[in-house]
């Protein structure tokens, strides 16, 4: 049995059943040491703008520490509780905080093997300036040799790690999946889940609703969805219902926006992690328009609901072997291309025999994608292992 640290700046709700999954194997003893407690208890959100908690069990079934205390730990701090589990790898996520960093160094004094994962993506990157671009890989590059192993999420993030230097032999592809406690139940059954959710939101139960879902601020480009919905009723077409699902600084601009164009359209407010699979039950297929997306979990979410999706180029989680394949189970449009966006919509809107095949394929790539990160824990602790080391 060998001993796997991890570290990472707080409980992410996103997180938390990868590590269970890790927990539960025989021949590895995994520990998480968490930089700070944030996400424990309640704290408001300026982009929801609510107060609120998680909604899920954050630290069971699997060993945690939080090296601080009530307070963020300090570097001494995570040093001491690494020689005190003295672990043969060192796993971190990011490698941009105070924690990370003092990781690293202890991995590297004691000689032990170093993995890094993020979502880092290239066609996020290619936005930023040009000296950015250029300096950011001569700065990286020795850092990366450092790394025996890259836990990494998908084609967008892989291309970044090698504008770095980092040699495809070291990537351990660790896709994003969700927690089956939150979705399994919804998807086992969602005929009735579906029925239930459009009764609570006012939904026709015939309606074709296209779902919106994330925090309705700038960032997300909330507008370019309630203007593609108003553009397909000026258009007299197949009428399409919008369900937005999330909360944020513009959602009065947005229902505002959508009443000036006679938009059928529903809010549901903010979902906690244990009721957000109810919308995916709801909708007919996803929209996800946005600014410069590291990745997009909702095009996990979706994939795992068996949805059909629309999303821009730029999103992490478009590629032929990620969550949001293009022709398969996804149109992919342009960033800012408003008139790609409305013809995808209509296309959704009018072919439902297409849309239902596209919805299959997002069943079966969610499953490629579980049994990929299976996969990808087996070649993690294989090679904290010692075998295989590239």
């Not at 979502?119 to 290619?126: H, L, M, Q, Y």
């Not at 601020?217 to 009723?233: H, I, S, W, Y």
């Not at 999330?246 to 992690?273: D, H, I």
């Not at 999103?315 to 449009?333: E, H, K, L, S």
Request: one cysteine or more; charged letters at 25%; glycine letters at 8%.
């Amino acid at each position: 049995m060998i001993r796997l640290a991890h570290i990472v700046s707080h409980p992410i709700q996103y997180f938390a059943h990868r590590y269970r999954a890790i927990a539960r194997r025989p021949d590895v003893e995994f520990r998480v040491f968490f930089g700070s407690r944030m996400g424990l208890e309640s704290y408001f959100d300026r982009e929801f703008g609510q107060t609120f908690s998680w909604n899920m069990p954050l630290l069971e079934g699997y060993a945690s520490e939080f090296p601080g205390g009530s307070k963020p730990a300090t570097a001494s701090a995570i040093e001491r509780a690494l020689d005190a589990f003295d672990p043969a790898a060192v796993w971190l996520h990011g490698y941009g905080d105070l924690w990370t960093r003092a990781g690293w160094q202890w991995a590297r004094r004691q000689r032990r093997m170093l993995f890094l994962s993020g979502d880092t993506n290239i066609r996020k990157e290619r936005r930023k300036p040009l000296w950015k671009r250029w300096i950011k890989p001569l700065v990286l590059r020795p850092f990366f040799r450092s790394f025996t192993g890259f836990l990494t999420v998908g084609e967008a993030n892989e291309a970044f790690y090698r504008t770095c230097g980092v040699p495809a032999s070291r990537f351990i592809r660790f896709p994003f999946t969700v927690d089956p406690l939150l979705f399994d139940a919804a998807a086992a059954d969602r005929p009735t889940e579906r029925r239930r959710r459009r009764e609570q939101w006012g939904l026709p139960l015939d309606a074709c609703v296209a779902l919106w879902c994330g925090k309705i601020t700038a960032l997300k480009r909330p507008m370019d969805f309630v203007e593609a919905l108003g553009q397909l009723r000026a258009e007299e077409g197949p009428p399409v219902w919008g369900l937005f699902a999330g909360e944020g600084a513009l959602r009065e601009m947005v229902e505002k926006r959508c009443a000036a164009l006679g938009v059928q359209a529903r809010f549901s407010g903010f979902l906690n992690v244990d009721d957000v699979a109810g919308a995916y039950a709801a909708a007919d297929w996803l929209v996800h328009t946005c600014d410069a997306e590291s990745y997009g979990l909702v095009a996990v979410e979706a994939a795992r609901m068996g949805l059909p999706m629309i999303v821009p180029a730029s999103m992490g989680a478009v590629g032929m072997t990620d969550a949001a394949r293009p022709g398969v189970n996804a149109w992919v449009f342009e960033d800012g291309d408003q008139e790609g966006l409305v013809r995808h919509m209509r296309r959704m809107a009018t072919n439902g025999a297409e849309r239902a095949a596209m919805g299959v394929a997002s069943r079966r790539i969610y499953d490629e994608l579980s049994a990929a990160f299976e996969r990808g824990v087996e070649q993690l602790v294989r090679t904290a292992s010692g075998e295989g080391v590239p």
